[in-house]
Every structure is written in structure tokens, then in C-alpha cells.
């Protein structure tokens, strides 16, 4: 979660730097161009900064030194006000089902790389290297599993099935707790014509929705 965070401010903050007209999108592409085509390789977290810092035009030392590298919590409402945007009404507080994991997948198989201690998952008997081949007799997405843990009532009882030295078992767990603080994200009331023009290019929708023309849905409706 914490990547797909920074991936966001990175986002903005490289839009706000480029009045919008780069992104994000921009570095990625650099980087596969440079490393992958050129030279058959990843990136290292150094040659990723230096591509940040040249699609922005700007040194991007606070999200990368104090969020992607340190433990500074991330000031969200700077970044959200780039688009024109910020937190509104009170946090709430929700319980969502929690297990433990953290997963990869490997040769398009679903592997367990770590399993937080003291988590559902590590009382419970999953072990790193398991294979997740089904939860409740359903197969297991990479992409959807977290959502569908989250989703489930905690304290419900999942049947997991996993491949284990070459040998399938299924695993009952019992979903722990997950604390999560849900907030909502709306426009600010006069927003500045950048803060306008950054959010469009973003959210690929206008700032003021088109009126609609109700005289002439009258008109279509008497006829």
C-alpha cells in the first residue's frame, strides 16, 4: 500500500512541477526505454530517482528521502491541493479483515514472501514460499486477493489452500482486525486555474461538468 501511496504524491507532485504536461506515466516509460529496451535490465532506486528528478525538472528530495526511504508520514493534503483538491468531514474509523501476507507472484503463481509475525496468518500455520492456490474454494488473483481479505468480516473463517513442498493442503484461518481510517476527498470551493487545469489532466475529467440543456430536454419530451 504504502508504494501505491508514493506512486500518488509522486504523481502529483511531478504534474505540478510540469504545469501538467508530464507525469508519472513519463518516468515509467523512461526507465523501460533506458534499462529494459537499451540494456535488458531493471533499475536500481537511485537510477528510479534520477528519472523522477528529470521528468520534473525539480529535485524530488521530500517524498523520496522522508516517505519512499524514511518514516516522515506522508502530508497528503499538500499534495491533494495540487489538484484542487482536499480531506473533508471527519475520519471514520473501520475494522477490515486482516491476515498478514505479502505476496508475489512468481512464474504466474501466487507465492507468499513474507508473513508478518504474530498476524492470523503466522499463528495459523501459512508459511513463507506457500503457494496460494484457492481461498474458500475459489482461485486466487494476485490483484484481487488483498481487497477480498479486506472485504471479509474479521473474526470470518477462511479455507486456504496452498501448495507446499509439492503437496496441496488447505488451511483454516481466522481473520484478525485491521484498523483503517477512511476519509473523503473533495474539490476546494475557488480553485486557481492550475489547480483546475492539473486536476483535468489527472482525473481526465473537467472541473465544471457541461449543463445540461433542460429547455431543450423539454422540448424533447413535448414532442
Known amino acids: 500500500m504504502k508504494g501505491e501511496l508514493i506512486a500518488l504524491v509522486m504523481d502529483l507532485e511531478i504534474r505540478q512541477h510540469t504545469a501538467g504536461a508530464k507525469s508519472l506515466d513519463d518516468v515509467m516509460r523512461l526507465l523501460y526505454a533506458k534499462y529494459y ?3 535488458q535490465r531493471g533499475f536500481t532506486d537511485w537510477e528510479f530517482r534520477k528519472a523522477c528528478e528529470e521528468i520534473a525538472g525539480a529535485a524530488l528530495c521530500e517524498i523520496l528521502d522522508c516517505y519512499a526511504y524514511g518514516t516522515v508520514e506522508m502530508d497528503f493534503a ?3 491541493d495540487h489538484a484542487g483538491l482536499k480531506f473533508a468531514g471527519p475520519e471514520r474509523e473501520t475494522a477490515k479483515g486482516y ?3 505479502h505476496t508475489k507472484a512468481i512464474e504466474g503463481r501466487v507465492v507468499i514472501i513474507r508473513v508478518t509475525e504474530g498476524s492470523p496468518a503466522y499463528d495459523q500455520g501459512l508459511n513463507v514460499n506457500d503457494e496460494l492456490i484457492a481461498v474458500d474454494g ?3 488473483e494476485l490483484d484481487s486477493l488483498a481487497a477480498r481479505v479486506e472485504e471479509t468480516e474479521p473474526g470470518s473463517r ?3 489452500t496452498v501448495a507446499r513442498a509439492e503437496k496441496l493442503r488447505t488451511i483454516p484461518v481466522i481473520l484478525g482486525a485491521k484498523e483503517v481510517t477512511e476519509s473523503k476527498i473533495v474539490r476546494i470551493s475557488n480553485p486557481t ?3 483546475k487545469q492539473l486536476y483535468e489532466s489527472w482525473l ?7 449543463q445540461k440543456d433542460c429547455h431543450k430536454d423539454a422540448e424533447s419530451t413535448n414532442k
Open 37 to 39: 529496451k537499451k540494456s
Open 78 to 80: 499538500r499534495y491533494l
Open 99 to 101: 491476515l498478514g501476507i
Open 138 to 140: 475459489y482461485r486466487v
Open 158 to 160: 477462511l479455507e486456504i
Open 193 to 195: 486555474a492550475a489547480q
Open 204 to 210: 481526465l475529467a473537467p472541473w465544471d461538468p457541461p
